[in-house]
Each structure stands twice: as C-alpha cells, then as structure tokens.
C-alpha cells in the first residue's frame, strides 16, 4: 500500500530531475566558447542622419577585425529595422574590444531556445 502512494512521487521526481538535467547540458553546450568565437549580437545606438547601417556595423567591426573585408565575412546578420545591430561570430578579446567601440550599446551570446514538445504530439 505504501509502495503505491510512493510510485506517483517517485516518478514526479524523476522526470523533474531529468528536465533540469537536459537544461545544464543544453546550456553548457550554449556557453561553449571555440577558439574561433561564439556567435554574439552586437547592439548599436541609431546614429542621426545614418543612412545605411550595414555600412556602420561593418566600419564598427573593422575597427576590431583590421579590415572591412574581415568584418563583411565575420557578419551573419545586420539587423536594420526594429532594432540596430549585428551578428558576428567573436572571441572573448574581440567582444571586450568591440564594446569599447564608439556607438555599441550592449553585446550579447547568442542563444538558440529548443521548444519543447509533449511525447506523442507530432510537429506538422
């Protein structure tokens, strides 16, 4: 009888711990930094009278890299409508030095989220 009531429990606990298991490891694998960088986005303040931002994250990101050539093959995305700013895969030395760059706000890693699906729900 008692086994019965300590089942449910059991199995809870389980499950729990097996969710918060698969987010360490899925935020490790998040925060793991190669030699070649992590993917960040840089954030920039809106320059008045700026009329091609791209050209900006470019000039801003040459400043760090040593060339536009390096910057435009480091960018993956130049965000320009809702927001101002970059993607770019960068070491930790870049990132500090990038931040220091005149109209960057803020930079920050990239995060991929993964939705999670009930058991038995197909994804059409």
């Known amino acids: ?9 059991l199995l ?33 303040d ?5 009329d091609d931002p791209e050209a900006t994250h470019v000039k801003t990101l ?10 435009r093959k480091a960018i993956l995305y130049s965000y320009k409508h809702t927001v101002n700013g970059f993607s770019a895969k960068l070491t930790p030395e870049q ?4 931040s220091k760059q005149p109209g960057v706000l803020q930079i920050v890693p990239s995060e991929t ?7 038995g729900l197909s994804a059409t």
């Open 62 to 71: 040459a400043a760090v890299l040593g060339s536009e050539e390096e910057a």
């Open 12 to 44: 809870t606990f389980v499950v729990l711990i097996s969710t918060v298991m698969a987010n360490v490891r899925h935020e490790e694998e998040q925060t793991k930094v190669t030699n070649e960088g992590s993917v960040q986005i840089v954030y920039m």
């Open 95 to 98: 990132v500090d030095s990038l």
């Open 113 to 119: 989220y993964q939705l999670h699906k009930r058991p």
């Open 1 to 9: 009888m008692e086994a019965n009531r300590l089942l449910p429990l």
């Open 46 to 50: 809106r320059a008045s009278g700026e």
